[in-house]
């Protein structure tokens, strides 16, 4: 969780850089590096943890949304 939310900090600061220098190949650069980690931060998260949205949930035979345990509880871990 701790990676994706790091992630998700460089990308936020990166589009308000983007906001202003739209055409910086540097930036955008990172951009889409960052995004690509951020996504499989994710992925790898879901993987063991369970979905972080409603949206990531599996409807494989049962709504996974909300089970847990979660990562913060001593199960989880």
Same mark, same amino acid.
């Given at each position: ?6 992630y998700?900090f460089a990308?936020?600061?990166?589009m308000?850089? !983007? ?5 910086c190949?540097?930036?955008m @650069? ?5 995004r690509? +980690? ?7 998260y ?7 949205k409603a !949206?990531q ?8 949304? @909300?089970?847990?345990?979660y990562p913060?509880? +001593?199960?989880?871990?």
């Amino acid at each position: 969780m701790r990676m994706i939310q790091k992630y998700d900090f460089a990308l936020y600061d990166l589009m308000l850089y !983007l906001d202003t220098h739209p055409r910086c190949q540097e930036a955008m @650069g990172l951009f889409d590096s960052y995004r690509a +980690k951020r996504r499989e931060a994710v992925q790898e998260y879901v993987k063991r943890f369970g979905p972080l949205k409603a !949206l990531q949930s599996s409807t494989d035979g049962r709504w996974n949304w @909300g089970a847990g345990p979660y990562p913060w509880e +001593k199960e989880a871990n």
